[in-house]
């Protein structure tokens, strides 16, 4: 199938419709994941640019300030992989309904997650203005530590209304077939984070110099402004479409680009609506039964880094900085494998709800393997720049080395992570959220944790064997999740 022909003839928005209400089961699996994934890519990391813009100028106020943001970051990230794994119940549903061709059932199920989300704010949030300083507390961290990553955690929680909507429009559009008008949403209100976030840290023109609070403030207003765009687009049922005819004007491009005709809004695939809604507790409950194991992996990984935190500590503020940074970078890395993966998964969910069980298998090591020549060639930059990526966020000596070398052993486990992140992602994606759930609890408490205690305290690594014990762990992974993947047993999963 030609590019060219996923577009027919409609009388409404210039006689064209949008590749968004095509069949996704159907044509070349290498065209579809790149046609859905590469806006899901850029989405992916576009969502880690708000910590990684947050520490970025966080870094220019102290060590203190970057390891308070780095150990609240982490606790965040509970909270996010909590509410991500509720929002891939809504996403495996909604890809199993559309494939089958259901889109009522679609709607039903994207009626319940929006009171799912709606609860799920309001305990984050109170949980935030309760709990933020003794949260700290727990890591024993000095007081200006504790005192920093409070202010930044209470903000970030009380913002999770802003948050959980933005990602619930984000998930039933990505299911549906829909991924770049996330892409753009997310495009629009990250360049209002980056602009808006150094002027509330350091109180440039009218603004209040708010430190932490003003990047965790910023994520919140820009966030907002994400919810509101993607709400829209989602009760509307309107998709963000690139018209390629109009990319060209004569041979030219630049300077000849009318916008408003390239970028067009088309009818989507779904439109959501609350018409006739009642509260089925039957799709609710389908819904948090396959969140409940996706977000249990997200916690597992995420308080385990917590843990880690406690091992690191006793090396020091830079070792805790270097550390803080270092999750940053590796998650940065890891957003595009998020992206393919996600794609993988609303592809392979929508093929089984189609019937086609062989073809939902050959885009999952389709993603894989495409993912992983990337970070191949993404770890040949970090073995001669790794000091210099350091540098971006902080250019003390002391912090650029440890970091630098910190980044080097995290080398070993981006070779596997196309595997890890892919295959697990297109689990989720089909409802099989379970073996993620199990593997993740494995590799984590049974290796990771206990080597990096051990490493650190009965060898000569140091903090180095913290570093050591997590990539292990995500070798072991990459080779479960290979096993399983093969088996096949995950194409029978009912949900």
């Known amino acids: 199938m030609e590019i060219e022909e996923e577009t027919e003839e409609t009388p409404e928005y210039g006689g064209k419709r949008s590749r968004f209400q095509r069949d996704w089961t159907r044509g070349s699996i290498i065209r579809n994941l790149l046609l859905l994934g590469w ?79 709606a609860v799920f704010s309001i305990i984050m949030a109170i949980i935030g203005i309760v709990l933020a300083e003794p949260i700290m507390r727990v890591f024993g961290l000095e007081e200006a530590v504790v005192s920093e990553g409070a202010a930044y955690m209470r903000i970030m929680f009380v913002g999770s209304v802003a948050m959980s909507f933005r990602m619930l429009a984000e998930s039933v559009m990505q299911a549906s077939g829909d991924s770049l008008t996330p892409m753009m949403a997310s495009a629009g209100f990250r360049i209002l984070h980056v602009a808006l976030c150094p002027f509330l840290v350091f109180g440039w023109w009218i603004f209040p110099a708010m430190g932490v609070s003003g990047a965790a403030m910023t994520n919140v207003v820009s966030q907002t402004l994400g919810a509101a765009v993607g709400l829209w687009a989602l009760f509307s049922g309107r998709s963000v ?122 885009t999952g090591w389709t993603a894989a393997a495409l993912f992983s020549v990337v970070m191949v060639i993404a770890s040949l930059v970090i073995i001669f720049w790794a000091e210099e990526i350091i540098g971006v966020f902080n250019s003390e000596p002391a912090l650029k080395a440890l970091g630098g070398n910190f980044l080097r052993i995290e080398i070993v486990s981006f070779v596997v992570f196309g595997l890890v992140m892919v295959l697990s992602q297109c689990l989720n994606g089909v409802g099989d959220t379970m073996i993620p759930m199990i593997t993740t609890l494995l590799s984590m408490w049974l290796i990771q944790v206990p080597l990096a205690y051990v490493l650190p305290k009965y060898t000569d690594l140091g903090v180095y064997g913290v570093r050591w014990g997590i990539v292990s762990a995500i070798v072991l992974r990459a080779i479960i999740y290979t096993v399983y993947f093969k088996s096949g047993r995950w194409k029978s999963k009912r949900i």
Request: charged share 15%; hydrophobic share 50%; no cysteine.
């Open 241 to 362: 479409w690139l018209d390629r005819s109009h990319w060209w004007n004569d041979g030219g491009i630049i300077g000849r680009i009318a916008i408003w005709r390239v970028v067009q809004l088309v009818p989507s695939r779904l439109r959501l609506s609350l018409r006739d809604f009642r509260l089925d507790r039957n799709i609710i409950w389908r819904i948090v039964r396959i969140g409940i194991p996706a977000s249990v992996t997200g916690v597992e990984r995420s308080f385990a880094n917590l843990v880690l935190v406690l091992f690191v500590t006793p090396f020091g503020t830079t070792a805790v900085a270097a550390h803080s940074l270092i999750q940053r970078v590796a998650q940065f890395a890891h957003m595009p494998a998020q992206g393919i993966g996600q794609a993988a998964g609303v592809l392979a969910g929508q093929n089984l709800g189609a019937g086609q069980p062989g073809r939902a298998e050959r």
């Open 39 to 117: 806006p899901m890519s850029i989405n992916a990391i576009m969502t880690m640019m708000g910590p990684t813009i947050d520490m970025i100028w966080v870094g220019r106020l102290g060590e203190a300030s970057i390891a308070g943001v780095g150990v609240a970051g982490t606790a965040v990230m509970v909270v996010n992989s909590v509410r991500m794994g509720l929002t891939t119940g809504t996403r495996a549903m909604i890809a199993r309904f559309i494939g089958a061709g259901d889109d009522k059932g679609a709607n039903s199920v994207g009626q319940q997650a929006v009171v799912v989300s």
